[in-house]
Each structure stands twice: as C-alpha cells, then as structure tokens.
C-alpha cells in the first residue's frame, strides 16, 4: 500500500471507514520526551532547517502513538527566515520579528522579496521530506503552512498578540497594502507547501490560528481570497483549519477546494458538519483540555466525537488545537489504540 492509498488520504477523498484515521496536531514536539532530549541546545528555527533533525522530530511520534500521519515539523515562520526576513522564536513567547511591517512602505520593502525565493531556499526542508517519506511507507506525511491573516498578523504586530488590532486595522485603514501584503504572503506560503509536496507530502494543511479574531465580512473580504490562493497550487488533498472559527466555517470550504475543514472543540462535529455540507470532510474535534481529564471522562468524549463525526461525509479524528506542551504522551497512545481498537478498555 502506497499513502494514496491510506486511510487519511481516501477520508479527504471522502470515503467513509470503519473507522477515522486519527493524527494529532502539534504530535511532533514538546510533549514527547524523546523530542525535549533532541532539542537540548538548538534553537527552534535551527531545528527546523537541520534535515536530519526536522525528520527524526517528525517520525518521532508515528513510533511512539502509531498514529495514521505524521505532520511535518517545522514553523509557520519558516519560510519567511527562507525568504529573509528576520524572525526569531523567542521561548515562553513566540515570533518574533526585527522590523514589523506596519506601513505601506514596510508593505513595499518585504513584498519586493520574490516569493520564489522561499523555493530556492527549500533545500534543508524538500531533505527532511524525503528522508521522512523514506522512513514512512505507506504513512502518509502531512505538509503545513501558515494562512496569510496569521502570518500577517505576526508581522504587523510584530510578535505575538491576542486581538490582532494593527492587522485587523490595517484591512481598513490601507486596504491597498493589506492585499499586496497578504498576496504575498499567500505566494510565500504557496511555495512552501510545493516544496513539501513535491518532495513526497501526500496531504497539506493550511494553519489559520487567528482567523477567529474576524468577521465574517472582514474574512470574506480580506483572508479568504488568500488563504484560496495559498491552497490552489497544491497538488495533493488540502485541509483548512482555524481556531475560534465557527462562524466562518462553511466559507473556509475556500469555494469548494478545501477537501477537509479542521474544526476546533468548540462547536460539535455534527453541527459542524450540517454547516459545511456532504461535499467536504471534516477533522477533529477532541478538546485538548480533556487530555488531562480522567480516562474514563476522555473516553467518553472521544466516543462522543467519533459518533458525531458520522455525521459528514467523512472524519478524520485530531484534537480541536494542538497537544498542550504538559500532555503525558501515553494519553495520545492510549487515544490511538481506542481508535483503532487495540485499548482494553474498548474491549
């Protein structure tokens, strides 16, 4: 068996399983042990751009979980250090970066960087693809990028925020530079992603973890022609994920290319699913704060999320966020065997 033929890529191609396929995001990295003795003296971004390192980071937790994908890591600011802009990952904070991009002529400045740069760049990343790919069979690898309102909004604010205001501003105040910045964005992420692809990911995923900060008008309008442009080159089944997103769901169908829509545990898969409609999977929804609850609490809501994700086209099960740094990883294994019935306590 080939990862086209998997059980992740035919739930994107909208077959119905016995049971959902079942990654999580955020699997590779720091709630694995095994990950934190790795990382000991290399800095985020280096990880990220050391071949051997990215892999064996990625593969770690399709050993340890025998989850059915492994998601590539790396760092939705990646390639914009591929393209030249300094960005830096500060530890208990985030990106950060050197000259926030706030004005129409700091819109000029980085968008003068041909997005093709970030392709000419991609060597370290299409390396660790291939030597993931080598060591996953018939595993499907799952390739990101970051949407352009999230990445925008780092660059505006110039580091991490939580309401968005400069970006959220921007749309308005300098439509004109908003679009030119958020296309180029999405050429970057664009480029990216077929940097992954082409080296062998079977699946991408568009993160867009500040989407839930926007109207419904102001996604319309300003991001989701974008976050569309960032997805259309992809030549492998897409996947589209947001944070707080429920009132911009059936728009981040992105007019119909998006094969699965991640939904966060807010809103319940069946209620997802009557929104988004029979032609598009859905993925999720486990609340990542249930991960510390008790197993028999988890349980439960997990049975609970398989059976409300019957009602779409198909499920694919993940977490509705990414695993908390303090998760014990055995709580992620013991999902997995559940899901594939391997747990005593499904027996």
């Known amino acids: 068996m080939t990862a086209d033929a998997s059980a992740l890529v035919r739930a994107l191609r909208g077959e119905r399983l016995d049971r959902p396929p079942v990654w999580f995001m955020r699997q590779a990295g720091r709630s694995l042990p095994e990950y934190r003795e790795l990382r000991v003296g290399t800095r985020m971004l ?8 990215a892999a064996e980071i ?30 830096e ?17 700091d819109v000029a400045r980085i968008t003068a960087i041909d997005p093709d740069a970030v392709a000419a760049a991609a060597d370290p990343i299409r390396d660790a693809v291939r030597l993931v790919v080598g060591e996953l069979g018939a595993t499907p690898l799952i390739g990101f990028a970051g949407a352009p309102f999230t990445l925008a909004a780092y660059l505006v604010e110039g580091g991490p925020s939580k309401e968005h205001l400069r970006a959220r501003a921007m749309m308005h105040a300098d439509p004109a530079a908003w679009h030119a910045l958020a296309g180029w964005l999405a050429a970057v992420s664009r480029a990216f992603l077929g940097a992954q692809v082409a080296a062998g990911a079977a699946v991408v995923q568009l993160f867009d973890s500040w989407a839930g900060s926007l109207s419904l008008a102001d996604y319309r309008e300003f991001v989701a022609p974008h976050s569309r442009a960032a997805l259309e080159g992809a030549t492998v ?3 589209h994920f947001g944070v707080g997103t429920a009132h911009l769901l059936a728009d981040m169908r992105l007019d119909g290319i998006a094969d699965g829509v991640g939904v966060d545990w807010r809103t319940p898969l069946d209620e997802a699913a009557a929104v988004l409609g029979p032609e598009v999977t859905v ?32 499920h694919i099960l993940n977490l509705g966020h990414g695993v908390p740094p303090e998760t014990d990883p055995t709580v992620l294994t013991r999902i997995v065997d559940l899901v594939h019935g391997r747990d005593a306590a499904a027996a």
Do not use: K, M, Y
Not at 67 to 78: C, L, P, T
């Open 237 to 239: 089944p897409r996947i």
């Open 283 to 314: 993925q999720g929804n486990v609340d990542p704060a249930l991960l510390q609850a008790p197993w028999p609490v988890l349980e439960r809501h997990v049975r609970d999320v398989i059976a409300r994700g019957r009602a779409a086209r198909a």
């Open 46 to 53: 280096d990880a990220c751009l050391d071949p051997a390192l």
């Open 89 to 105: 990952i500060e530890p208990g904070r985030g990106p950060v970066f050197a000259a926030p991009v706030r004005t129409a002529a």
């Open 58 to 87: 990625t593969l770690q937790p399709v050993r340890r979980h025998g989850v059915d994908a492994a998601v590539f890591f790396s760092d939705i600011v990646i390639p914009l250090r591929l393209a030249g802009v300094e960005v």
